[in-house]
Each structure stands twice: as structure tokens, then as C-alpha cells.
């Protein structure tokens, strides 16, 4: 007979199969094609939720569990740059430290956005775009992909021609060959074409003007008192109006699967036990976050990423000396406002 587990071990379940430390982050540095060209071999990947876009079979997934988006990380000493390429589905990028360069374009010719930490950007579908650490230090980045499956990336020309150089094929199936380790072409597979200049002329263009409407800065961030959870601060950043919260559209209110709210929790402040109808996930950006949970309670620090399951009780305290700052995911183009639990 299995014994079934106490309140302290669903607890650790709970926390081992939904909480992701920064600490505790797997990073890749074999994820894409461009792994070895100069200038990018030292970033590291992160797939925190749901598989991500990365070609190489060690990037370690924490949580597998299917959200119906994903959510990654990236982090680039200074001057190491992401390659041009395009995906398939929402691509959206929260700056948690250092000062980033978002490049536009198949070849970095149709601009730049510069962000800080805090500021977060959404760059549609079917246009070019690479990013660079342009700070003093080591930088992150959250990201967020649509759907459970965000396909594969595609890849500007040039970085075909750079990755063969260095020995790397990338194959239609999305994985890699090292040819430096002696690596071959399995039986049955094929390369990926290399994407040809009709394929750009096909994909869409922005300059970095036209991007204005795509970046919520920082500072711009006004998150006001919840009108349905007391002792909470919120700013809608990407998704439909709210009449049921009092909410307002965010600045990238298009479709994207998902919404993404800043939170605020004032030191000493807390909110009523409430639950949500979709999956939740808390990506902290300042501060010392608490959580009580039906089994015990946790506390989340800088870094961190939690996801809470869909109906499961949740409140959030804020015990420590800052205001707490997060990004809140929630799946859905239009999530339901929070349920009290009396």
C-alpha cells in the first residue's frame, strides 16, 4: 500500500515540480545553431516552461508542464548577441538586469531598442530580431513564447553561413550536427535549407520607430490598487481590457495566448485567499515575494519563477523592507478575475 504523503510532503512536491530558483537555473550554451559563431558563444539558454525553441538535446527543461505558452531566460555576458531570426508565434521579452539592444531586421539594418531591467518588449511574428547585452555586466532576460509548441526559429542567411563554418548543420527537425566531434547526418534526415532571400522578402519589416507601440518602460509602469485583491498593485502590460477587475488594455492588447500583468506588493501588505482559473506564473523581479499555499507557505526572491496550478488557493504577503515588483503570466488572451475563498 502507497502511504500518502503528509502536508509537508505535498508541500516539497508541490514546490520541486513548480518552483524554479534563479539559483538553481540550467543553462544551455549548445541551444542553437549560432553556438560557435564569435560574439554569441557565450550566452546561455533557459527553458523554464514547456520546451522552448532550442536545437540541441542537453537543454535541460525545469517544468514540462503544459501552460499553453512557455516561458525561457537568456543571460549574455557583455557585447554576446542572439543571432537575426523570426519565430512562429508571440515572442516577449521582460529585462530583469542589465541594458539590452533588440535588433531589427535580417542583417541589424532596420534599428535598435535599448531597455533596462523592468522594461519588457513584444515583437510580433515574422520579423528579424536579435538582442545584445550593450551593458557593463552579465544581464538576464525573461522571455515568454505563445502556444505549447512555439515551433521552430528562423534563421537570417548569414547565420547558416557562419554555423557551417564552425562545423554545425542544423537539420529540418530543428536539432544539430557537430561535424567537429564527428557528428554525421543521421539516416532518413535532411539539413535545413539555408533561408534564401525570398524567404526574407516574404517576412515582415520594422523599423525601431514602428516599434514604439511594442515597449512598456519601466518607468512608465503604474500599477494601481486592485479593485478585486486588497494589498495588490497591478498594470496591465499585454492583453485585453478587464471590466471585471476595473483593468484597463495593455499597451500590446493583440492576441498573444497569454497576458502579462506588473504586479506591486508593499512591504507589510498582503491579499485575501483567492484562486485563479488559469495557470499563474509569478516571474519576480524585485523584492521578497511570500506565497501561502494549501500545505505551507514559500517565499520567492529575485530571479525566481513559480507557477501555481489552475483552482489551487493562493495568497501573497510581502514580509520584507521593498515593494515587491513582478510579471505576472496568466494563460489566455482574456483571463477571468480572481475568486475570493472566504
Same mark, same amino acid.
Given at each position: ?32 545553431? +549560432? ?19 532550442? #536545437?540541441?538535446?542537453?537543454? !535541460? %527543461? ?33 529585462? !530583469?538586469?542589465?541594458? @539590452?539592444?533588440? &535588433? ?14 523592468? +522594461? ?6 515574422? %520579423? ?12 538576464? &532576460?525573461?522571455? %515568454? ?6 515551433? !521552430?526559429? *528562423? @534563421? ?8 557551417? #563554418?564552425?562545423?554545425? $548543420? ?5 536539432? &544539430?550536427?557537430?561535424?567537429? %566531434?564527428?557528428? #554525421? ?10 533561408? *534564401? ?6 517576412? +515582415? ?23 478585486? &485583491? ?23 492588447? @493583440?492576441? !498573444? ?14 491579499? =485575501?485567499? /483567492?484562486?485563479? /482559473?488559469?495557470?499563474?506564473? $509569478? ?10 499555499? =494549501? ?13 501555481? =496550478? ?6 501573497? @504577503? ?25
Amino acid at each position: 500500500m502507497v502511504q500518502a504523503m503528509d502536508p509537508a510532503q505535498r508541500h516539497a512536491a508541490l514546490l520541486s515540480e513548480r518552483l524554479v530558483r534563479y539559483a538553481d537555473l540550467r543553462p544551455c550554451t549548445t541551444a542553437f545553431i +549560432d553556438t560557435r559563431t564569435p560574439g554569441s558563444a557565450e550566452k546561455e539558454n533557459f527553458t523554464i516552461i514547456g520546451p522552448g525553441v532550442a #536545437e540541441s538535446p542537453d537543454q !535541460h %527543461v525545469h517544468i514540462e508542464i503544459p501552460h499553453g505558452f512557455n516561458i525561457g531566460g537568456a543571460r549574455q555576458p557583455p557585447e554576446c548577441i542572439n543571432s537575426q531570426h523570426s519565430h512562429e508565434t508571440a515572442e516577449v521579452f521582460v529585462v !530583469h538586469s542589465g541594458t @539590452w539592444a533588440f &535588433l531589427l531586421g535580417p542583417n541589424k539594418e532596420d534599428g535598435e531598442v535599448v531597455l533596462g531591467p523592468g +522594461d519588457t518588449i513584444s515583437i510580433p511574428i515574422h %520579423v528579424f530580431r536579435g538582442f545584445k547585452n550593450v551593458g557593463n555586466d552579465t544581464g538576464f &532576460l525573461f522571455a %515568454v513564447l505563445g502556444g505549447d509548441d512555439p515551433g !521552430h526559429v *528562423t @534563421w537570417a542567411p548569414y547565420v547558416f553561413d557562419n554555423a557551417r #563554418e564552425y562545423g554545425l $548543420i542544423l537539420l529540418e527537425d530543428g536539432s &544539430l550536427v557537430d561535424t567537429t %566531434v564527428g557528428e #554525421e547526418i543521421p539516416d532518413g534526415k535532411r539539413p535545413m535549407p539555408p533561408t *534564401t532571400e525570398e524567404d526574407v522578402a516574404r517576412l +515582415d519589416r520594422l523599423t525601431a520607430g514602428q516599434m514604439a507601440g511594442c515597449v512598456v518602460q519601466h518607468g512608465a509602469l503604474g500599477a494601481e490598487p486592485s479593485e478585486t &485583491l486588497p494589498g495588490l498593485g497591478e498594470a496591465p502590460i499585454i492583453g485585453a481590457a478587464s471590466e471585471a477587475e476595473g483593468l484597463t488594455a495593455g499597451q500590446m492588447a @493583440w492576441p !498573444h495566448g497569454f497576458n502579462v500583468r506588473y504586479v506591486t506588493v508593499a512591504p507589510g501588505a498582503s491579499t =485575501p485567499t /483567492h484562486i485563479r /482559473h488559469e495557470e499563474e506564473v $509569478i516571474m519576480l523581479h524585485k523584492g521578497a515575494l511570500g506565497l501561502t499555499l =494549501p500545505d505551507g507557505d514559500v517565499e520567492m526572491t529575485p530571479g525566481d519563477v513559480m507557477t501555481v =496550478p489552475i483552482d489551487m488557493p493562493r495568497s501573497f @504577503w510581502n514580509r520584507g523592507n521593498e515593494m515587491v515588483e513582478a510579471y505576472f503570466v496568466r494563460g489566455g488572451d482574456q483571463p477571468q478575475a480572481p475568486t475570493l475563498i472566504n
